[in-house]
């Protein structure tokens, strides 16, 4: 599928790393370097702009290796960039660690995966389907 993408930036378009990968790295694109102090979140930018078909949406991702050893990720993981959005890609960061984390231009801050999705219409009734599991939630399954 090709997706048209406008550039200001000077670093190189998302690419995928392997055969494999399902994500490809946003780098931020930023004047002079940002620094997320523990705790604080941070709108960057990456230089890129993006027109989707209808049908899909791209969605920004933590990179799990930036989360792993730094503490950095994305704040509404996965964030939603719909197919009529025309502005810049920006990444929410936070820092969920203990030391400030300084992003550089160029940076790889993210992964952008695109996906297809449904559209729904609601049909609203008195009641819903019982199934075995019923209303339980949140930790009933059981630990392991």
């Known amino acids: 599928m090709k997706i048209e993408i406008v550039s200001s930036s000077h670093h190189p378009l998302p690419a995928y790393a392997t055969v494999g990968a399902s994500g490809m790295d946003l780098r931020a694109y930023i004047e002079t370097p940002i620094t997320i102090m523990p705790l604080q979140r941070v709108l960057v930018g990456t230089g890129l702009a993006i027109s989707l078909p209808v049908g899909y949406e791209a969605q920004v991702r933590s990179r799990s290796g930036l989360t792993f050893k730094q503490g950095i990720m994305v704040l509404n993981s996965p964030g939603t960039i719909d197919s009529d959005y025309r502005g810049e ?32 219409q609601w049909h609203e009734v008195p009641a819903l389907e019982e199934t075995a599991r019923g209303a339980q939630g949140h930790g009933s399954t059981g630990i392991a």
């Open 89 to 120: 890609i920006k990444v929410l960061l936070m820092n969920l660690s203990d030391q400030p984390f300084v992003v550089q231009n160029g940076d790889r801050i993210a992964q952008l995966v695109v996906a297809e999705y449904v559209s729904v």
